[in-house]
């Protein structure tokens, strides 16, 4: 019995990191580029999208495919640096043990 509580106990705590977590994946911002730096998306570690910038030089109409590809490649540049906070922050809660999916919610 005295494992069994200790698990608990384990458990209630990783809870709690695990709510720290996710409450600090809103405030952290990752930035992703293309096009050289012209375009600029910018995510919470969550995915959320907080902001885009496009150099002046692009807005042109001429320019619009080209801008709304290097906006989709931003995306994904800053979608990966996203991932990557979300899997270290997540190593440095659970000890880097394996979580099933779901878990998190």
């Known amino acids: 019995?005295?494992?069994?509580m200790g698990m608990m106990k384990q458990a209630a705590q990783l809870q709690s990191k695990m709510q720290e977590m996710q409450a600090e994946l809103d405030t952290i911002e990752v930035e992703g580029t293309a096009g050289g730096g012209m375009v600029?998306?910018?995510?919470?570690?969550k995915g959320?999208?907080?902001?885009?910038?496009?150099d002046d030089s692009l807005l042109q109409p001429s320019e619009k495919d080209i801008v709304e590809d290097l906006l989709v490649t931003a995306h994904?540049?800053?979608?990966?640096?996203?991932?990557?906070?979300?899997a270290e922050k997540m190593k440095a809660v659970t000890g880097g043990l394996p979580l099933p999916p779901g878990l998190l919610g």
């Not at 600029?40 to 570690?45: E, G, H, N, Q």
């Open 48 to 54: 959320a999208l907080k902001g885009v910038k496009i």
């Open 1 to 4: 019995m005295r494992d069994f």
């Open 76 to 86: 994904a540049d800053a979608r990966r640096k996203a991932e990557t906070v979300l």
């Open 40 to 45: 600029k998306v910018t995510l919470t570690a």
